[in-house]
């Protein structure tokens, strides 16, 4: 069974950090672009930041450029989302995803495997 796991979501004061950690369990995702996406109450689900197949390449939405960092270890099939800076607005479940593809994608669509997400709520 393939699954991604997903941890490090909590509770943080604005300013803070989090690291979010995403393991890939049941096959490897080396070979595939890896995404964050996030979701908020009563909001769609939104591309927060995406890494390609070697780490060469990353894209992030407007909204976390220059505060969040996605990377990836291939050999540890895991994926991580470092977040500084953190704001309210960031508040949402986030979600770890496997691409269909080897470079990055905004598309939710693009995306054929899920975790379950986790928890990241910012307090002012």
């Known amino acids: 069974q393939v699954q991604l796991v997903e941890s490090g979501g909590g509770l943080v004061q604005a300013g803070g950090s989090l690291r979010l950690s995403c393991a890939a369990v049941?096959?490897?995702?080396?070979?595939?672009?890896m995404g964050w996406f996030r979701q908020a109450p009563g909001k769609e689900r939104e591309f927060v930041a995406g890494i390609s197949w070697s780490g060469g390449s990353r894209d992030y939405a407007d909204s976390v450029k220059g505060r969040f960092t996605v990377s990836r270890e291939s050999a540890k099939n895991t994926v991580a989302l470092q977040m500084n800076s953190l704001q309210r607005e960031d508040t949402a479940v986030y979600f770890c995803a496997a691409s269909r593809v080897p470079v990055v994608v905004r598309n939710r669509s693009e995306y054929a495997y899920w975790g379950q997400g986790t928890q990241v709520t910012v307090s002012s």
């Open positions: 049941g096959r490897t995702f080396s070979s595939y672009g």
